[in-house]
Structures are given as C-alpha cells and as structure tokens.
C-alpha cells in the first residue's frame, strides 16, 4: 500500500510539475509573440499581457501581499463563505431533517423546496439587493441560500436514507421519539449532511465571487477579480484565480477531514481504500 | 437494506397539500403587497413602512403585467430613436427584450454547455476511471482545475476570446465539464469494474466491452452526474449573463449588462420575480426530461 | 393438549394480507401458543409469512384479523418487554459495542454506573472483553450478531424473538453462534420465539417446533423436542436428533 501511494504522489508531482514548466516555457514564448494590444468591445486595450510570465506573477503577489490587498481581501471573502455556510446550514439542516420526519409539513414545503432547488442562487441577485440593500446582508444572505437549498436536501436524504431496520431496532429497545432523533437518526444522516457541507462550501465560493460584486467595495477577492478584469491587469487576475482556487482546495480539503472523522465508524469499501 | 418508509401520506393527499401551500401562500402574499393601498404605509413603524411599499414588494397583479409586458415586448411599437429611461421594464421593452427569448437564448447557452462539457467531462472520467496510469497523472490537474470557481475566469477568458459568444459559452462548458468528470469516473472504477472482469472473462474486449458493459454501468452516475450538472450550468449562465452579456435571461434580471454599476439602478422587482419564476419552471422541466429519458435509458436499475 | 405451565403469548387466528399492486396472503389464520421460558422454533420455507408472524407479536405490524395477546393483553406497537433480534444487520455502526449494549437501557433511563455494570456483565456473558470501545466494522459477523442479541438481554425482556439471527452467517459460524445462544439460553432461561429456515437450528435450539406451510403460513404441524440439555455436538448425531429431523422433513414433503 505504501509504495501505491508513493508511487502515485510522484505522478501527481510530475504531471502537476510539467504543467508548471509548460506555463513557464509558453509564457516567454507568448510575451514575445502575443499581441499586448487588444480590440475590446470599442477600444484598445493597451499593455495586455495574455500569459503573464513567472516573473511578472512573483512580482504582482509580492506587491499584492504587501500592499496588504490580498491578504484583507482573503480574510474578509472567507468570513463571508463562513458566514453564508453557517446562516445556510442553520436553516437548512434542521428544515431537512423535519422534513424527512413530519410527513405533513414535507407535503407543505415540497413545492417551495422544488421552486428553489431549480432557481439558480445567482438570479436572486438583484432581487436581495433591492430588498437587503447593498451591504453585507445581500452577500452573505445570497450565499447563505445557495447553502440552504444544498444542505436542505442533503438532511432531507440523510434521514430518508436512515435504514428502517436502525429505527426499528431502537424503537423496540424501547427509545422514545427524542432520543432516536439524537441518537439514531442524526448520526446516520450525519455523513450524507457533511458531503452536502462540502458540496455547499464549493458553491459559496463560486456564489461570492459574484456576490461581491454587488456594491463592490475593496478588500475582497471578488472585487479584485473584476476591477483587474476592467484595467485589465492579467497578473492580479492570475493571481486573483489562484488565491481563490487555493483557498477552495483548502476548504474542500478540511470539508473532506470533517467528513472523515465524522464517519470514522464507517466500513470503507476496498475501492475506496 | 430497506430505507426508512415512514407512513407516507398518499398521492393524492401529498399533491392536494402541496398545491394548497402554493395557494395560500401566493394569497398571503397577495393581501400583503397590496396592503400599501388601504393603509398609508408612512404611518407605519419603521421596518414595516420599509418593507411595505409596492417598489420592494410589487403586489402579484403587477408581476402578472410585467409578465405580459415582458412576453409582448418583441411586439410593441418603438417610438423613435432609443431614448435611454432607466426604468427597468421600460429599458427592455425598448431594446424589444422578451421573455420568451431571453429564455431561449439562456437555455441554447445551457444546452451547449451541457452537450460540449458533458461529452468532455465523460470522456475525461471515462479515461481516468479506466486506466489507472491516466488517473494517476491527471486527477491532480483535474483537481486543481475543479477549484476554480468558473466565474473566476470570465475576465480572463474575455481577453482572449473577446466580447462575443465564445466568452459567454467557455465558463458554462468549464463548469459542467468540471462536475460530470467525478461521477463518471466514479461509475467506471468502482461500479462498472467486476462486470468489467466478468466481461474479459468470457473474452470480451475492445469496443465491444465500452459499448456493452462500461457505459451501460456507468449509465445511472452519468445521468446523475449530468443532473446536477443542469443546475451548475443555470447557475453559471445566469451568472456570466449578468456579469457581461448582453443578452440572456440574467440580462433581463438585471435590466442591462456590465455588472455592478447597473446594480445600484434600482431594479424593477417584478420582472425580476417574472425572471427567476421562469428559471426555475425551465430548470424543473429540464430536470424532469433528463430524469424521463434516463429511467428508460436505465430501465434495468433496480429502483 | 392442555398444558399446565402459564400461559404467556397467545396468537389467535392471525391472518395478514400485504396491501399493494397485487395484495400478497401472508398469513392465514395462524393461532398458536408460547409458555413461560419455553423456546418454541417457528420453521418454514422463505415466504411462509413466519418473519410476518414475529413482526407482529413484536408490534411492528397490525394483523389485518385476528389478535395477539401478550400476559393477557392485546399487544400494541413495539416494547423493550418484547425483545426483538432482526435478520439484518442492526447492530448501530456508528456507536462502539459498549454504547450498543447499554442503548436499551438508555432508553429507560438506568443510571449510569447501573448501565456500565450490565455492560461489563454481558460483554464477559458473550466474550468481547476487550472490545468495548470497538466500532461494529472491527467486529465479525458471528461477534455484532452476539451484540444484538445481548443488546436486548440488556433490558432483560419478558420475551425474545429471533427472527432469522443467523441466516446472514456463513454454516460455521452459525453453528457456533448456535452453541452461544443455546449454553445463554440454558443460563438465563427465557420465553424464546425463534424463525428460521435451517431445520437443525430448530430442533437444536427449542423445545417445540412449529412447522409452516408455503404462503400463505398456516401451521401444518407441532414437533416438540425432547433431546436432553444442554445440547452438544454430541446432540446434532444423536438417533433422536436425526429422527426428529426425520419426521419435520415428512411434515414439510406433505405441504
């Protein structure tokens, strides 16, 4: 097992290696030969460098880190996935999970949840605001729906997947309704409600990017993408995109490490091992 | 092992409920938002006096209008020369926006991402959920690339492919490619792989194997795959609309293009409500056709 | 035959029809009784409806005819009094053995160092020391069954049911979980019900076995076994044994 593992953090090294060297080698390439000056919409755009080179990226995030940009906006666009995840996840696991348990209420709220499942977060948008004005609250809020829907429906299928044997069990050993909920229901929907944590985290990022640009204000990732996108400045985009795939890699990496201890009693299939 | 089947209300009683939500609700909010006629809402305190004005809440006989408006729109007269009102509705009643075609528009970019993502983002899984060396290599890249929120790369990709359909289309085709890799792959490695033996034991190989057992196998993950996909590629539309097309359902939303200064133009609410209802009625019957074809394509799945 | 030991489960003419596309007779008019701490063996092909039967003396189903009555009175819904041990694998994966065992108890509310004594008792009783803090997927197949039935004996039940416990198992861990549950049953002396397809389970185990037709189940005959306890490897070769065997394989051949 160990030398399958060796063996495959070497390929990853090498092919993620060779794409880095590519980059470089098509860069210098490219900054001689690419045009700096571009026809956009209904004027040039002057200085353009299409595949900025290492050298102008190690000096834009050299400059970017210092000037404090980058650093701030990271901070404050992570708080605001965090924010939007946790305000989400508040609504929406315990919605699902009462769902899965009052039949009645599941018939109530089915159509509202189907509506929102198949809105896309995005186009409510304009509509949050107009409503919650364009401060804070429409950015967090928008994410905290995209979370919602997501962890909604993961809760909903976690209960609903709970084997009926599980409940069975314990209603004859005596448990009363409360205790099965903590004891039963919740931590066998718990795994299913973590992949939906980690599917709704990677849909926050992709929703503040733009929700950001609602009264965009600076330190923020989103911002910083748009005004280099409007300059335009290809270096602090490149370094803009990274930040936010780094920052994405990182979170999905913690998202799977919570799901891992959640589900440490778990079997692995062979296959996944 | 058998699912939970808590006692289900039946059918009828689940339908009869549902549409009785949607009714008292749509009533409720009826009353609510033109509550603004009977009482003056100046005297009201101070949240309420916010809230209850027909320009945050528009009451439903206005979205109604504004549906019609924005159905008819390709239809009425314009009068002179462009004259620029700033009035949501009445800027796309001018550039003669509908509904109907800003739907139509939105959804050929969808459907384009879906055709040329999907079929990327399948043969990508297909490859590395066969061939260990691929996986090995690849899934690293992949894995990177996934990270990048495909939003993120709209203004790069616009200085390369300039302002026209190609910068619309290249995010939506990234974003789905990105989602359909996992559960195809995930269908050929781990599901399709013992009738893959099976198969090779009794001598089949080559197209025969792809055709017969791997894709048959893999089906049910793909089509689920390609699900979710239909909501990522909506969502990614209707976010590059916004962003920077000039036409398009998220155009429509917000009432013109290049983003955030149109944003502080007070948008009109009911066509934006118009706007996300229609989304949301498309992305459902689209679900639904996928899911309808799927089942027959996997009839065989034990459900 | 009239039987002076106390009566304590009486199944009166139960029938049970499964309602759906096509509506399937599981039962048809089953009326049996079970003693004071007499292990009565329940044996019939798959689909003769006797999981239907435990299921519904467990209370998980309602008869579509006839009554059940437990000590008397008409049984409704599940009770720790009536212990039930499933088919499937309900041992809960994500609570280690020690939280297995004293889930029941938990339920009525024994304190704590109440629950840590019975626990250490029944994790000697079935031999797991050392396995307390163990999640189920470290255990084997024969070792969680174990755990589910001593999860049950935990809250000392009036009854046990038994449906199927081992069918999941491979023949010889069956057997051995056998020999367990019988020296345990000889130990603690129990009312049993038990389902089963296995024939030898059945005479191995109980005092009494009742045969099932195909669906739907009606009882078609009553053995009682009388082999001396305890039980042994000596018990499966022994001419009595294998005359009983003899004679319930006639009974089912009759069907």
């Known amino acids: 097992m160990n030398g399958l593992w060796r063996r495959r953090l070497w390929r990853a090294l090498l092919s993620v290696g060779a794409l880095a060297v590519l980059y470089g080698i098509a860069s210098e390439i490219g900054s001689a030969l690419l045009p700096r000056r571009i026809w956009m919409v209904a004027h ?170 609602i009264k965009a204000t600076m330190p923020s990732l989103g911002y910083l993408l748009a005004l280099a996108g409007a300059y335009p400045r290809v270096p602090t985009i490149a370094v803009g995109i990274v930040t936010i795939g780094l920052l994405v890699l990182a979170c999905d990496a913690v998202a799977l490490g919570c799901y891992a201890v959640a589900t440490r009693w778990m079997k692995r299939s062979p296959a996944h091992a | 092992m058998r699912p939970a089947e808590a006692a289900r209300p039946p059918k009828a009683r689940r339908v009869w409920l549902g549409l009785a939500s949607v009714v008292a609700l749509v009533a409720a909010y009826t009353l609510l938002s033109n509550a603004y006629r009977v009482v003056d809402p100046s005297l009201l305190p101070d949240p309420i006096r916010g809230v209850l004005r027909p320009q945050i809440l528009p009451p439903t006989q206005r979205i109604f209008d504004a549906f019609v408006q924005l159905v008819g729109a390709g239809a009425s007269p314009v009068g002179g020369a462009y004259v620029h009102t700033g009035d949501h509705i009445g800027g796309l009643v001018e550039q003669r926006v509908t509904l109907q075609g800003s739907l139509l528009i939105s959804t050929y970019r969808v459907l384009i991402g879906i055709a040329v993502g999907g079929s990327l983002g399948v043969l990508a899984g297909l490859l590395m959920g066969w061939s260990r060396a691929v996986d090995e290599y690849a899934h690293p890249i992949y894995i990177l690339f996934r990270s990048i929120p495909p939003l993120a790369l709209i203004t790069y990709v616009m200085l390369w492919l300039g302002h026209g359909t190609a910068h619309v289309l290249l995010p939506i085709i990234y974003a789905v490619f990105t989602v359909v890799v996992i559960p195809t792959y995930h269908g050929v490695r781990d599901v399709a792989d013992i009738y893959v033996k099976a198969a090779r034991a009794l001598g089949a190989g080559g197209r025969l194997l792809l055709s017969r057992v791997v894709l048959p196998a893999a089906g049910p993950f793909v089509l689920s795959g390609l699900r979710y996909a239909l909501i990522i590629a909506w969502m990614t539309t209707v976010g590059v609309e916004m962003l920077m097309a000039d036409e398009g359902i998220g155009y429509l939303l917000i009432g013109g293009g290049m983003w955030s200064s149109r944003l502080e133009v007070a948008g009109d609410p009911a066509v934006i409500v118009v706007g996300i209802v229609a989304l949301a009625l498309v992305g459902y019957a689209m679900d639904a056709g996928v899911r309808v074809a799927g089942a027959r394509l996997t009839e065989w799945v034990k459900r | 035959m009239p039987d002076p030991r106390r009566r304590r489960l009486e199944i009166r003419d139960v029938t049970h029809v499964y309602e759906g596309k096509t509506a399937t007779r599981a039962l048809d008019g089953v009326s049996l009784d079970v003693f004071e701490n007499e292990f009565l063996a329940i044996v019939g092909p798959v689909g003769s409806g006797k999981t239907t039967l435990v299921r519904i003396v467990a209370g998980f189903l309602t008869p579509s005819s006839g009554v059940v009555l437990w000590d008397g009175a008409p049984v409704a819904g599940p009770s720790p009094e009536r212990g039930y041990v499933f088919q499937e694998e309900a041992i809960f994966p994500w609570m280690t053995v020690r939280d297995n065992l004293q889930f029941g108890l938990l339920a009525q509310g024994v304190p704590a160092s109440e629950r840590e004594k019975i626990v250490a008792e029944l994790v000697t009783l079935i031999g797991l020391e050392g396995y307390e803090r163990a999640y189920p997927k470290e255990l084997s197949g024969g070792m969680s069954k174990m755990v589910e039935v001593a999860r049950v004996l935990a809250t000392d039940p009036a009854i046990l049911l038994l449906d199927e416990p081992f069918g999941l198992l491979d023949a010889q861990t069956r057997s051995k979980m056998q020999d367990q549950l019988s020296r345990l049953w000889e130990e603690k002396r129990k009312t049993v019900v038990l389902v089963t397809h296995d024939i030898e389970e059945a005479i191995y185990l109980a005092d009494r076995v009742v045969v099932f037709t195909p669906r739907p189940g009606r009882v078609q005959a009553e053995v009682v076994v009388d082999l001396p306890r305890p039980r042994s490897l000596e018990t499966r070769f022994s001419p009595a044994f294998l005359e009983l065997k003899r004679s319930i394989w006639k009974e089912i051949g009759r069907a």
């Not at chain 1, 429409?138 to 909604?152: D, E, M, N, R, Y």
């Not at chain 1, 718990?190 to 990677?202: E, K, N």
């Open chain 1, 44 to 213: 040039y755009l002057e200085d353009v460098e299409l595949l900025p080179p290492y050298r102008s990226l190690l000096e834009e995030t050299v400059f970017l880190i210092q000037s404090g940009i980058l650093p701030r906006s990271v901070l404050v666009s992570t708080a605001r996935v965090f924010e939007g995840l946790a305000l989400g996840a508040a609504v929406g696991v315990p919605l699902g999970l009462s769902m899965a348990r009052a039949a009645r209420l599941e018939c109530l709220l089915d159509p509202w949840v189907t509506f929102f499942r198949f809105t896309p977060a995005l186009a409510l948008l304009p509509l949050y605001a107009l409503w919650f004005g364009l401060g804070e609250l429409s950015k967090i809020l928008l994410i905290a729906t995209a979370v919602a829907v997501v962890t909604l429906l993961g809760a909903y299928q976690g209960v609903r997947d709970v084997p009926r044997v599980y409940l069975e069990a314990a209603k004859s050993l005596g448990a009363s309704k409360g205790l099965i909920l903590r004891k039963i229901v919740w931590p066998a929907a718990l795994p299913q409600i973590f992949s939906s944590l980690r599917i709704a985290l990677g849909l926050a990022w992709v929703t503040v990017v733009v929700a950001e640009l």
